[in-house]
């Protein structure tokens, strides 16, 4: 398996509602990222998981929680959001963080619409 | 951090030309230098990468270059064909880290 699947696909939310974004991968990977894209704009780091251990978070605001319950599964926490939080939410995993890169693939992504 | 610079924003070929995408970078320390094409949509996909120990690399119609010491790389896309119109991402990653930077990206448009 050398996929990265992030469910749901499509998330509509109010700005009062609570949802999480998921990601799984089985390639044995160690460090895990969320990236968000705004339409038109290029994609930007949000979290980075290593080993578990959350060792990046790139000032996200705290309505973002993210967790790693495994070294197979990321989730992201989504409350109280804005309207303009509204973007592709981007999955990708490595295989360690704090290495050189070998490169790694993205997720499908999740389309989040905050309402 | 690391600053990515991408020219130009919009391109637009006729099949069977050549295209060619230009990124600066401003970290000295970055080694990792991938491209990414990204389909209305869809996710960004990898479509050629290259080392800072390496000058050019070639993939059948994709090559990339890259110039350490004037910290700039492009990709070159030759006999483009119309399903290589896509947004593409050029993108810097520091050494010892497997983070990355990116370009705002270039729209290419290849016209039949």
């Known amino acids: 398996d050398t996929e990265v699947t992030q469910t749901p696909k499509h998330l509509v939310m109010g700005m009062t509602n609570k949802k999480s974004l998921k990601c799984e991968q089985h390639m044995g990977h160690r460090a895990m990222y969320w990236y968000k894209q705004k339409a038109k704009k290029p994609p930007e780091l949000m979290f980075v998981?290593?080993?578990?251990?959350?060792?990046i978070n790139e000032s996200v605001p705290s309505r973002f929680s993210p967790e790693c319950p495994n070294s197979s599964l990321l989730n992201l926490h989504l409350h109280a959001l804005q309207p303009e939080d509204s973007a592709l939410y981007l999955c990708a995993s490595s295989q360690e963080a704090r290495t050189d890169n070998y490169g790694y693939t993205f997720g499908s992504g999740t389309r989040l619409t905050v309402v | 951090g690391e600053n990515v610079e991408q020219h130009p924003s919009t391109l637009s070929v006729q099949e069977g030309d050549s295209a060619v995408i230009k990124c600066t970078y401003s970290?000295?320390?970055?080694?990792?230098f991938p491209w990414y094409k990204q389909e209305l949509g869809k996710r960004p996909q990898l479509i050629i990468d290259?080392?800072?120990?390496?000058g050019e690399k070639k993939d059948q119609r994709i090559a990339v270059t890259l110039n350490k010491t004037a910290k700039h790389f492009s990709l070159h896309i030759t006999e483009t064909q119309p399903e290589d119109s896509a947004v593409y991402f050029c993108a810097a990653s520091p050494s010892g880290y497997s983070t990355l930077t990116f370009g705002k990206g270039t729209m290419l448009l290849v016209s039949p």
């Open positions: 998981y290593s080993y578990e251990k959350l060792s």
């Open positions: 290259i080392r800072s120990n390496v």
């Open positions: 970290d000295s320390a970055s080694n990792y």
